[in-house]
């Protein structure tokens, strides 16, 4: 039976870790088709993995089976969780990584607690260890538990039948972008391998006339919004293909040249001419 499965771990290139997770699939069902959406996570990075997750998901077909495997409390009380949600399937450590998606089929905005589902979304506890492998690792659970449920999964099996069913799920504190007097300020959520700063404020945050619109970050301030990454000199700031706000620099890495980071502040202002 052909499913789509994706891989995103902090596993990197240079082991075996990721071909081991395939190899446990592939003998559960051999007709599994895999798609590496990034193995370059920064060790233990659980923020990024789930915004990396998060941007990417929505551009498979529906019932992708999408594994998340970057988890520092591997061996640990922390369950191994799968997340049926109308869109996609999502089998992942419950330490958070999942925020993002949790959010889109939350009651409530995701604020760092455990979060109730709305229905239509199932979350199931790993617990059936007959869908296990045989042997199981303290610490490589994606391969001996992750891997061998997905490819079950993948063979039509529901999700009840890898455990019992759960009402909430922990989530990570996820940064919004709040309203200032002239303006707003949100924050730095993520840096793409270009060194582009990725923020939280969406296209749909900002004001329809952008004419008098400014972006501080880093200590400096950016005038008006660039179109492409090839506008201009220097510092631009522009909406990226995901609908975030981005700051780049041409030819550059923005992250480098401004000395900041995941969870910094960036300021938008509306100058005169600006406006709703």
């Known amino acids: ?81 799968l997340l049926r949600t109308p869109f996609a399937d999502f089998i992942a450590p419950d330490n958070g990584i999942l925020s993002y998606i949790i959010q889109e089929v939350a009651e409530k905005p995701v604020t760092g607690s455990t979060m109730k589902l709305k229905p239509g979304a199932t979350a199931i506890s790993l617990t059936k260890s007959k869908y296990w492998c045989k042997r199981v690792s303290a610490t490589f659970h994606g391969r001996d538990i992750f891997a061998p449920v997905a490819a079950h999964l993948s063979l039509g099996r529901p999700p009840e039948d890898f455990g019992k069913q759960i009402n909430t799920l922990v989530t990570m504190p996820l940064l919004y972008p709040h309203k200032t007097q002239n303006g707003m300020t949100g924050h730095i959520v993520h840096i793409d391998n270009f060194g582009n700063l990725i923020t939280n404020v969406g296209e749909q945050d900002l004001p329809k006339k952008r004419e008098g619109i400014a972006i501080s970050v880093g200590g400096k301030r950016i005038h008006g919004l660039s179109r492409t990454y090839h506008d201009g000199a220097g510092l631009l700031s522009l909406i990226g293909s995901h609908g975030y706000l981005e700051i780049s620099l041409k030819n550059g890495s923005a992250a480098g040249f401004l000395g900041v980071g995941t969870g910094d502040q960036v300021r938008i202002t509306l100058q005169t001419g600006g406006g709703q």
Do not use: W
């Not at 997750?53 to 061996?75: N, Q, W």
């Open 1 to 81: 039976m052909s499913a789509i499965i994706t891989l995103t771990t902090d596993f990197g290139l240079c082991d075996a870790y990721v071909a081991e997770m395939k190899g446990v699939i592939l003998g559960i069902n051999p007709d599994a088709r895999f798609v590496d959406i990034c193995h370059t996570i920064k060790p233990q990075n659980i923020t990024q993995a789930a915004f990396v997750l998060h941007t990417a998901y929505r551009f498979f077909p529906e019932r992708t089976i999408h594994i998340v495997v970057v988890d520092p409390g591997v061996g640990s009380p922390r369950r191994a969780v």
